[in-house]
């Protein structure tokens, strides 16, 4: 587990032969002081780069807006995380839906995404935003299947 402050992220290391996957969730908190603000998802993100070598899955909530996860408005955390991603070759997975995976009496927006390493993204199928609130919480799960050699 990867933890700063209030920035949380559990990680599974999955062995799939001699490849090695990590699982990743992460929880970047909401900075109402200053919103835009790229330093909470730059002091998270950051500790990611030692697992470059590996395939890797980041899933959870970024708090940041970026059309690469289906907000209509970037905001400077979600630029930042957008770099983060490119500079390590990773993709976004979300899909396109009208399904907000945020939503609460006070709104509701796209500010959780699930990005991987560029060799992982092809072995994604079905990602999804569950409709169904199954955990009580104000954010949606998703849900998506990795598939390796005819294996989910």
Not at 43 to 55: E, I, K, Y
Not at 121 to 133: G, T
Request: aromatic content about 10%; some cysteine.
């Amino acid at each position: 587990q990867l933890s700063h402050f209030d920035l949380a992220s559990a990680i599974a290391r999955v062995s799939l032969g001699k490849k090695i996957v990590l699982l990743t969730s992460i929880y970047i908190p909401h900075d109402p002081t200053n919103p835009d603000n790229p330093a909470i998802p730059q002091a998270m993100l950051s500790r990611f780069g030692a697992f470059n070598s590996h395939q890797i899955l980041i899933s959870g909530d970024l708090n940041s807006h970026s059309p690469a996860w289906n907000s209509t408005t970037l905001c400077g955390r979600g630029e930042f995380i957008e770099s983060f991603a490119s500079a390590n070759n990773m993709h976004f997975l979300n899909q396109d839906s009208d399904i907000p995976t945020f939503e609460s009496q006070s709104g509701s927006s796209f500010i959780d995404a699930t990005f991987c390493s560029a060799n992982l993204a092809n072995k994604l199928q079905a990602w999804e935003i569950l409709e169904l609130d199954i955990f009580g919480s104000d954010h949606r799960a998703t849900s998506f299947s990795l598939t390796f050699q005819g294996t989910k």
